[in-house]
């Protein structure tokens, strides 16, 4: 569901970048006074996760759609909706600058869409109020579901208001909205069952986690290094191998794109803002579509050949999950190591 500049206006574009901004500004101001010092590496470690997840688009039978991991419950849920929402912020910052996922002008929509409706709203009133202060298996499971499912289709319309207000595509409301919210319900089940997996593993390991997260307080400073030492190899596993098993299908915001225009990518326009974007983008993009660059220039060379082979073996893919994973631990963690230190001299 990353957006590309393509679809926004750059109005729409620098509202909803104030608007994140602001959110952002917030969040620093709240977890700057609360936020414990074990929930720091699991800023960064929980971000190179979530960055190795969506590289994973799974497919969704029947539809010729896939979908990837949105990933801003889980946060939500471990973190807390603070420390996730920038943590989110940090995932899709790492993903538009240096893999070209998702454009710089549309960052803040991205933001906005994968990360307030997860955490202000499906996570306070959906998740928190069924599992209440004393979660079980089956609240987790229940709540995890629902909020994942709420989450992504408020991402979903936005994505479609978004689009709608830019004007500058010919993509109408109504068929637009009729296919978007269908095809991210299937992928929202999806994401609430890796949700509830992901939550209950850790529930079962560590429940300070998520007490923590939800601002109940802990009598001692846990450790989290076993949960910590868990999540780092699994970002480690998922970005440098499992990523090669990813659905070669287009997502559903390409897929509702081609069954109202015809085009799974829609051009952007050539000068203005959208080209001084687009020329910024390209010299920062290490690994444009997680691939090295003249990988990723031969395979558009071939497209219309041949399917490719899959999995997808790739080394250009691996590096990308590799180092796109270390570099969103390092900005997440250091932001809240930022705002930890902040806290200590206020």
């Not at 699991?42 to 997840?53: E, H, N, P, Q, S």
């Not at 007490?211 to 307080?217: D, E, I, K, S, V």
């Not at 802990?218 to 076993?226: D, I, L």
């Not at 687009?278 to 660059?293: N, R, V």
Request: one cysteine or more; glycine letters at 12%; aromatic letters at 8%.
């Amino acid at each position: 569901m990353h957006m590309a500049d393509a679809l926004i206006s750059p109005t729409v574009g620098g509202i909803m970048w104030a608007a994140t901004a602001g959110l952002i500004a917030h969040c620093s101001r709240k977890i700057s006074t609360n936020l414990e010092g074990s929930r720091v590496p699991l800023m960064g470690v929980l971000g190179a996760f979530i960055f190795a997840a969506q590289m994973i688009n799974f497919t969704i039978p029947a539809t010729g759609s896939s979908g990837h991991l949105g990933g801003g419950a889980i946060l939500a849920i471990l973190l807390g909706p603070h420390a996730a929402f920038l943590t989110i912020a940090s995932v899709l910052t790492i993903q538009s600058l240096f893999f070209a996922d998702g454009g710089i002008l549309a960052l803040g929509c991205n933001i906005f869409n994968l990360g307030f409706w997860p955490c202000f709203v499906a996570y306070p009133f959906i998740y928190k109020a069924i599992t209440g202060h004393s979660p079980s298996r089956g609240r987790i499971v229940t709540g995890a579901m629902l909020a994942s499912i709420a989450g992504l289709q408020l991402g979903a319309f936005s994505v479609v208001l978004e689009t709608v207000a830019s004007g500058i595509s010919e993509l109408p409301f109504e068929t637009f909205v009729m296919i978007m919210q269908p095809i991210h319900l299937a992928i929202g089940l999806v994401e609430g069952l890796v949700t509830a997996a992901v939550v209950t593993f850790v529930w079962k390991a560590r429940p300070e986690i998520l007490a923590m997260a939800q601002g109940l307080g802990v009598r001692t400073a846990p450790s989290f290094r076993g949960v910590v030492t868990g999540l780092a190899l699994a970002a480690l596993v998922t970005g440098g191998a499992l990523s090669w098993f990813a659905s070669a299908h287009p997502d559903g915001l390409e897929w509702s794109m081609a069954k109202v225009s015809g085009k799974e990518e829609l051009e952007a326009p050539a000068d203005g803002i959208h080209a001084m974007l687009a020329g910024i983008q390209e010299k920062t993009a290490l690994l444009p579509d997680y691939a090295f660059k003249a990988a990723e220039h031969e395979s558009a060379q071939a497209e219309g050949e041949a399917p490719a082979a899959w999995p997808a073996v790739d080394a250009g893919t691996s590096t990308s999950g590799i180092l796109g994973g270390a570099m969103t631990m390092l900005l997440a963690g250091a932001l809240g190591l930022f705002l930890k230190k902040r806290q200590h001299r206020a």
